[in-house]
């Protein structure tokens, strides 16, 4: 089956640096990429959708300059978290399809990346 | 405003059979979604469903009514690794996932 590959699967920062997480598909192309954020006992909340060569598309209340995603291939995203805070730790989980629209497409998750700010 | 609703937690024994609701209110119906998400961990798909009736596979089976904007997951001969929470994701008119705030079932020997 599709197998979506996250990396790192957690991370320890300093407050104000930055974190780059890095999502690929394995074995099939990913024209859509999506990412979400899932604070403790909470479901999940998309941040953003990603689309192979064009500019993702940002969820109401998500920063675009704060999360900056690059979906450059169409096997590769990535996620990175601009001048990191406390606040923004949290478990980072993106998301692959295979094409956008379908409704029977299901998507396959990474293994998720946990972030501590410090 | 687009809405999903499901129990916070739910307690069954091992062995046993449980039911997980859902019901939804969204804009427009393109399928309807389970998944298994284990603490710590990302969330694994279970079940789709885009007509209305049920879909079995192995211990667990989804029902969906479209009509009453209502599915819900059976798991049948409760587990151990069974606990976990339990996701429940409506595609709607614009194909976009909306996601509820999940189940968290507690299995007790």
């Known amino acids: 089956g599709a197998v979506v590959s996250q990396h790192p699967s957690w991370v320890i920062c300093k407050s104000g640096t930055s974190v780059k997480i890095e999502c690929r598909s394995l074995?099939?192309?990913?024209?859509?990429m999506f990412w979400y954020r899932q604070f403790p006992k909470q479901s999940l909340m998309l941040m953003a959708t990603?689309?192979?060569?064009?500019?993702?598309?940002?969820e109401q209340g998500v920063e675009k300059d704060k999360f900056l995603i690059n979906h450059a291939s169409l096997t590769l995203s990535t996620l990175t978290v601009t001048s990191a805070h406390p606040e923004d730790s949290s478990f980072y989980i993106c998301?692959?399809?295979?094409?956008?629209?379908?409704?029977?497409?299901?998507?396959?998750f990474g293994a998720g990346s946990r972030l501590t700010v410090l | 405003g687009q809405n999903i609703d499901q129990p916070t937690e739910m307690t069954a024994t091992e062995g046993a059979i449980v039911q997980i609701n859902c019901t939804y209110q969204?804009?427009?119906?393109?399928?309807l979604f389970w998944y298994q998400q284990h603490a710590g961990e990302a969330p694994t798909f279970l079940s789709y469903n885009v007509l209305d009736g049920l879909e079995e596979k192995g211990r667990f089976s989804s029902f969906l009514s479209r009509s009453k904007g209502y599915s819900y997951l059976l798991l049948k001969e409760l587990q151990m690794k069974d606990s976990a929470s339990y996701l429940c994701a409506v595609k709607d008119s614009n194909y976009q996932l909306i996601w509820g705030a999940g189940t968290k079932l507690i299995i007790k020997p």
């Open positions: 969204t804009s427009g119906f393109n399928g």
């Open positions: 990603s689309n192979e060569g064009s500019k993702a598309t940002y």
């Open positions: 998301s692959a399809s295979s094409s956008a629209g379908s409704g029977a497409n299901v998507l396959t």
């Open positions: 074995d099939f192309q990913a024209t859509t």
